[in-house]
């Protein structure tokens, strides 16, 4: 059981304030989106005392580490704290299945393992979780077209240029498709492909008319557009549900979920990949074609993920997939598990104190440690709030 120092990533959508506070540092004005902790190869955790890298500890002793009988030798799941005072990018993740064979292909293409516009990092497919720690806003999942027909249609739009009249015209057309699933797809690959000169005027005339409207959609619109003028991805989000998550709320989002976070602080916790197809709103790489061969353009609801309570303090978020599992832990007597696999703790609130087999460790506010699966059984106790990431199956 190790003590972890981790990695803070100062994307510029980071709030400046909350993965600060969490840690109990002085925030120094710069943003500060994600706090990383795991053992990806991008920005690894770092064992406290012997400044060995978590992947490198993992590599050196996989079966120890992850236990026995477990296939392949890397840690499955990278746990974040993600804090978003902008929204991020609009984007989709891939399955297991088509990110292993095109980073196959990316690979025999000699593409740079950094280059902007490689697509595929790793081999592995990217679910992922958040666990709302404040009010958190998201846009994920494609809502019936029905919605967004009527809301662009009764929009009061200026005189547009003829290009974005088309173009207009052409996603009302899209949308009244009765086959709901063809409507979304035709409507995102028309939003996302048209010209600039179409899609600019349109959104900002979007933009301006949602501004009188009282409707979730049409804030979002407004707020985007403030962020990214004149982006198709404006246009998309008229299509998704708008997700507002309470503290201590989470929502699931598998390969093919179209989705964006917007504002308000989380734990995340994912497959440990690095594979996102983003389709605007943002500066990065966009990839369209890509894009639109992976999403899933189904009508879907919320993709809200209940817990399931295990014992009185103790909530599990269990997606179902063996990457990952998040367990949420109100400490006010001691829980034991029992089950040998390796571990992320990162405590929350108060002071809690973590016994295995190999000591003891006690960990304050924004601390965290790694227990491998040979240090099982694993004691918490204190007076407190933990989260703990492990694979899916507990």
């Known amino acids: 059981m190790q003590r972890l120092t981790n990695r803070v990533q100062p994307y510029a959508w980071g709030s400046t304030s909350a993965i600060a506070d969490l840690l109990g540092v002085e925030a120094d004005g710069s943003p500060q989106a994600e706090l990383w902790i795991g053992a990806h190869p991008s920005a690894p955790s770092t064992v406290e005392g012997s400044g060995r890298g ?50 196959a292909e990316e690979e025999a293409a000699g593409l740079a393992a950094d280059a902007p516009e490689r697509l595929y990092r790793d081999t592995e497919h990217k679910p992922e979780l958040l666990f709302a720690l404040e009010p958190f806003a998201a846009m994920a999942g494609f809502r019936r077209p029905a919605l967004a027909h009527e809301l662009l249609a009764g929009l009061e739009l200026p005189a547009l240029p003829p290009d974005a009249t088309d173009l207009l015209d052409q996603l009302l057309l899209d949308l009244a498709d009765p086959d709901q699933t063809e409507a979304l797809r035709a409507a995102t690959a028309h939003a996302l492909t048209a010209p600039a000169e179409a899609v600019a005027p349109l959104v900002e005339a979007v933009a301006t008319a949602c501004a009188e409207l009282d409707d979730p959609s049409a804030r979002c619109v407004v707020e985007l557009a403030g962020h990214h003028p004149g982006d ?123 016994t295995s087999t190999a000591g003891e460790l006690r960990l304050e506010r924004g601390q965290s440690a790694f227990v491998t699966a040979a240090e099982h059984p694993l004691t918490i106790e204190g007076a407190g709030r933990l989260v703990a990431a492990a694979p899916g199956g507990d």
């Open 54 to 103: 978590l992947d490198e500890v993992v590599a050196a002793d996989p079966d120890g580490v992850l236990g026995r009988g477990r296939t392949g030798d890397r840690l499955p799941f990278l746990l974040k704290v993600l804090s978003a005072a902008a929204p991020l990018s609009l984007q989709v993740h891939p399955d297991r299945e088509r990110a292993a064979r095109r980073y």
């Open 232 to 354: 198709p991805g404006v246009l998309v989000s008229l299509l998704l549900n708008q997700v507002r998550l309470e503290a201590g709320q989470a929502l699931y989002l598998p390969a093919g979920n179209v989705h964006a976070y917007l504002s308000g602080t989380g734990v995340e916790l994912m497959a440990s990949s690095d594979n996102v197809l983003r389709g605007g709103l943002t500066p990065k790489h966009v990839d369209v074609g890509e894009l639109l061969e992976v999403v899933d353009f189904r009508v879907l609801p919320a993709p809200l993920l209940e817990p399931r309570r295990v014992g009185e303090d103790e909530l599990l978020f269990d997606p179902g997939v063996d990457d990952f599992a998040l367990t949420v832990l109100d400490v006010h007597r001691a829980t034991t598990w029992e089950r040998p696999v390796p571990r992320a703790l990162l405590c929350l609130e108060g002071s809690v104190t973590a």
